[in-house]
């Protein structure tokens, strides 16, 4: 299995990365966000305590109602009575944030990205130190919520970026296994498949994905939680995508 191709936003002349997961499991954009940035878009998240969604009993939080966590614990219909309110919460604690997530994200792309109708926009996963993501890592795992039957059946391109704010003191990388979806879930409690690749984010490094690329988190250690942006898009029309939370 190939290794994530970084490139440097530094060098990068806006050519889209997305055909390069034709070939290798992810790309990434290094220094997407510059550290001081990062660092003060994250230490806003933390400090909105109050203002965060608790997801799994604590397991994990975030700042913006995610689908998927709404879905597998039977708030579906919480998730979309909200979808302003959380967009709101999210303004307000990092201004401007979704609008230059969904501006990268369109970049890497090379086509036009707009918000889904009805869903949230853009937000941040905070896992806490010493949860159980940080003790075990999180499962492994397809990025299928969302995606509608004909989605799943039709299979347009579909993608998850992820920007990270803040990496864990060590460890807490993705990881990306040689297996993409095709009809049968991957078992929560199995481990993951060999033959895999970790990468590891620092602060400001932008990762795309396939969504329908087996993958996880790994577990991390010390007192710092891992604070990240993440959206998910998939193409409703050539180079047109809808993006969500």
Same mark, same amino acid.
Request: proline letters at 6%; a positive charge; aromatic letters at 8%.
């Given at each position: 299995?190939?290794?994530? =191709? ?5 060098r ?5 990365? =997305?055909? $390069? ?26 400090? $909105? ?28 219909? /919480?998730?979309?009575?909200d979808?302003?309110?959380?967009? /709101? @919460? ?42 159980k @993501? $940080?003790? @075990?890592?999180? @499962? ?12 799943? $059946?039709?299979?347009? !391109?579909?993608?998850s ?8 003191t ?6 990306l296994?040689?297996?993409?979806? !095709? ?22 490094? /932008? ?9 996880? %988190? ?7 939680? !891992?604070?990240? %942006? ?16």
């Amino acid at each position: 299995m190939r290794r994530v =191709l970084w490139r440097d936003a530094a060098r990068w002349d806006d050519t889209p990365l =997305l055909p $390069a997961l034709r070939r290798h499991p992810a790309v990434g954009l290094r220094g997407a966000l510059d550290a001081a940035t990062a660092a003060a878009w994250a230490a806003a998240v933390v400090a $909105a305590d109050v203002n965060l969604v608790d997801d799994f009993g604590g397991e994990q939080r975030a700042l913006g109602r995610a689908f998927y966590t709404h879905l597998e614990t039977g708030r579906a219909r /919480a998730y979309f009575a909200d979808a302003r309110g959380s967009d /709101a @919460v999210v303004q307000r604690v990092l201004p401007g944030m979704q609008e230059r997530t969904l501006a990268l994200l369109s970049r890497l792309l090379g086509g036009v990205v707009r918000r889904r109708h009805g869903f949230c926009g853009p937000g941040v996963h905070v896992f806490p130190a010493g949860e159980k @993501v $940080a003790r @075990v890592g999180g @499962v492994t795992h397809y990025d299928l919520e969302g995606l509608t039957a004909h989605h799943l $059946a039709e299979r347009p !391109r579909a993608v998850s970026f992820v920007w990270m704010l803040q990496p864990p003191t060590t460890r807490g990388g993705l990881g990306l296994y040689p297996r993409v979806f !095709r009809g049968d879930n991957w078992p929560l409690e199995r481990a993951p498949p060999r033959g895999g690749t970790t990468t590891r984010s620092r602060a400001g490094d /932008a990762l795309l994905f396939s969504s329908f690329r087996l993958h996880r %988190i790994e577990g991390f250690g010390g007192s710092r939680p !891992r604070v990240s %942006i993440t959206c998910h898009a998939v193409e409703v029309d050539g180079d047109v995508w809808e993006a969500w939370f």
